[in-house]
């Protein structure tokens, strides 16, 4: 079992930067692939980015390509660096692991709890 905390969330200004941290537990992520998905108010929730287990291959969704990096750095971290932020982002970021590569960007398997990104115009 996984289980994921993120953290990094808060209120920036348009235009500002944050990064997001996923620390995983329970489980070494190693083998897994790891993903970004968020959530605005009244919206359905939506992915926005993920990662294979070697760190190379990565997705993002159109609207934050060119400003959001997805990276990891051991088998217990994931991040999200977002630049240029728009008010649009504003949004509950979660993050989320599966084994399978296709359905951590559709149906992961583990969830973190969240973290608020407010983005100011």
């Known amino acids: 079992q996984v289980q994921l905390v993120e953290s990094g969330g808060g209120l920036v200004q348009a235009g500002g930067s944050l990064r997001l941290s996923c620390a995983a537990s329970?489980?070494?992520?190693?083998?897994?692939?790891m993903a970004w998905f968020r959530q605005a108010p009244e919206k359905e929730r939506e992915f926005v980015a993920r990662?294979?287990?070697?760190?190379?291959?990565t997705l993002y969704t159109d609207s934050v390509k060119g400003r959001f990096t997805i990276s990891r750095s051991s088998a217990k971290n994931v991040f999200l660096q977002m630049n240029g932020l728009k008010p649009e982002d504003t949004a509950v970021y979660y993050c989320?692991?599966?084994?399978?590569?296709?359905?951590?960007?559709?149906?992961?398997?583990?969830w973190g709890q969240g973290t608020q990104v407010t983005v100011s115009s």
């Open positions: 329970g489980r070494p992520i190693n083998f897994y692939g």
């Open positions: 990662i294979d287990w070697t760190g190379f291959n």
């Open positions: 989320a692991a599966d084994r399978n590569l296709t359905l951590v960007q559709t149906h992961p398997s583990a």
